[in-house]
């Protein structure tokens, strides 16, 4: 007679064939460091790091925006205001009211050019380099300018990324659930067996939601996500969080032999 298998083994966790990651955010994060030492020219001064944890609020205020008419859209989508995410984060991060209009200004004008999202987000490289091994293919679904994949080349950040689906070029943007249809089908893998991974509540959860796919949020502060989402606290946790709640392609290969 056999042991009984332990609760928690791999072959009994859900099955996943593919990873889908939204870009800015997620794989690239908005260049704080400039953002600071624009904002120190202006006349006003504010740390990098108040720029970094103010980033949630913009994120709520953005989650609030959608819907809203005579919104400014680009880069994250046509139904929210990036006006009230960049302003959520400056008001958060302890600039003063007055300063809050011409610092969005100067954001805005560097976003149309260079761009904002410009960084690699710390842990990324590595992230995409430990979900490659474990077997599972990757693509990326991103609300951008038409920019997405050349700024993801910049950054070193297409690594085993098999394609980039830009909204700009695409005709559709999250959260509509035909762009990360359009991805799946690609891919040739069905939702349920898929993980998307982003940072915008309305944008990437809804979307994903929709679509029938799996969802991790990227919650550095463990305060934007309700209670009953997952969260990691940044992409570098994503080959911890893949490994314990799911059983990627060669691990289940391992396991039958």
């Known amino acids: 007679m056999s042991a009984p298998r332990s609760i928690g083994t791999p072959t009994e966790l859900p099955a996943l064939d593919a990873v889908l990651f939204d870009a800015g955010g997620t794989l690239v994060r908005l260049d704080f460091e400039w953002m600071a030492m624009a904002i120190t020219q202006l006349g006003a001064r504010v740390e990098v790091e108040a720029l970094r944890r103010g980033e949630i609020e913009g994120r709520r205020r953005y989650d ?23 302003g ?5 991060a302890g600039l003063p009211h007055y300063m809050i209009g011409p610092a969005i200004v100067r954001l ?28 599972l293919r990757c693509a990326v679904v991103s609300n951008s300018d038409g920019r997405a994949e050349a700024l993801l ?27 990360f249809g359009t991805a799946l089908e690609r891919l040739g893998v069905s939702p349920e067996r898929a993980l998307f991974v982003g940072d915008i509540r309305s944008v ?54």
């Open 88 to 92: 959520g984060m400056l008001s958060a």
């Open 204 to 257: 990437d959860e809804v979307g994903a939601r929709m679509a029938g796919m799996r969802f991790v949020l990227i919650d550095p502060y463990g305060d934007y996500a309700p209670q009953g989402v997952a969260t990691i606290r940044g992409i570098g946790a994503l080959p911890e969080f893949v490994s314990s709640t799911f059983t990627a392609p060669r691990v289940a290969a391992r396991a039958a032999g």
């Open 108 to 135: 805005l004008a560097r976003d149309r050019t260079s761009g904002l999202w410009t960084r690699p987000a710390e842990g990324a490289k590595e992230a995409l380099a430990a979900v490659a091994e474990m077997g």
């Open 64 to 86: 609030r925006s959608r819907g809203q008419k005579d919104v400014v859209a680009q880069p994250l989508g046509a139904s929210g205001d990036v006006r009230a995410y960049l």
């Open 153 to 179: 080349a910049r950054c070193g950040l297409l690594g085993g990324v098999e394609f980039v689906l830009d909204s700009h070029l695409e005709g559709v943007e999250k959260p509509d659930p035909r762009i």
